[in-house]
């Protein structure tokens, strides 16, 4: 089974502080994705990764930037942590190979910024 | 641009009856779909998918998914809930150009409520 682990499962930060958060696949998937999840309005690609120190913005990467050094894992960047950051965050990775997509998730932070 | 619609916020369904989850999509080509399920506290998981064939895919849990071309639509269906199947629904669409890299773009989901 596929599996995609994040570091940590709360995280309660400051305003102004800068924050990582990691996120690891031991299935050797070339692509790597970075949501947020904010009630009503469903899940949100940050960023996104198709190989080593590759990335791509994707819907709402304003504020946030990402790394990836090895390929199995992604880390996502807050430089200044605002409360309007405040959200559960979701990582996700994807094997392309054969046209097969379909994106595992990993368990999610939540994040809060006071 | 592509997007996904979940009509439904909110549905109740009383366990052992049958159960439909709406979704459309608009997309510009030939579409990979996806249902995901999210029970609380948790991240996602795959229910099924449709890339091509037939049109009827089977999926875990005893889910299984409609795609209707014409309809844009990919609703999601069981004959028989059950308490444990009370959680977020989403559905997604993608890639966004046809590369797998690419992420999905997501309904908002739909809040499946069982009444015993």
């Known amino acids: 089974d596929v599996k995609v682990t994040q570091s940590s499962r709360y995280l309660v930060k400051r305003t102004g502080e800068k924050v990582f958060l990691e996120c690891v696949q031991d299935m050797d998937h070339e692509n790597m994705f970075w949501y947020r999840q904010d009630p009503g309005l469903g899940l949100r690609l940050i960023y996104f990764?198709?190989?080593?120190?590759?990335?791509e913005k994707g819907d709402i990467p304003e504020g946030y930037s990402v790394s990836r050094e090895k390929k199995e894992r992604f880390s996502l960047i807050l430089e200044s942590a605002s409360t309007n950051q405040t959200s559960m965050y979701l990582c996700?990775?994807?094997?392309?190979?054969?046209?097969?997509?379909?994106?595992?998730f990993g368990p999610g932070t939540r994040l809060t910024v006071t | 641009a592509q997007s996904v619609t979940q009509p439904d916020i909110h549905i109740t369904v009383s366990e052992g009856a049958s159960l439909e989850l709406r979704c459309n999509y608009s997309y510009g080509a030939t579409p990979y779909l996806f249902w995901y399920v999210q029970s609380p506290g948790q991240g996602l998981q795959l229910l099924l998918k449709y890339f091509s064939g037939d049109t009827l895919v089977q999926g875990i849990k005893g889910f299984e998914a409609e795609f209707k071309r014409s309809q844009s639509s990919f609703n999601l269906r069981k004959p028989s809930v059950h308490w444990s199947d009370a959680a977020e629904y989403f559905c997604a669409v993608g890639p966004y150009s046809g590369g797998g890299a690419d992420g999905l773009t997501f309904g908002k989901g739909t809040h499946l409520i069982i009444q015993p």
């Open positions: 990764s198709y190989d080593v120190k590759m990335k």
């Open positions: 996700a990775s994807s094997l392309t190979s054969g046209g097969i997509y379909e994106q595992y």
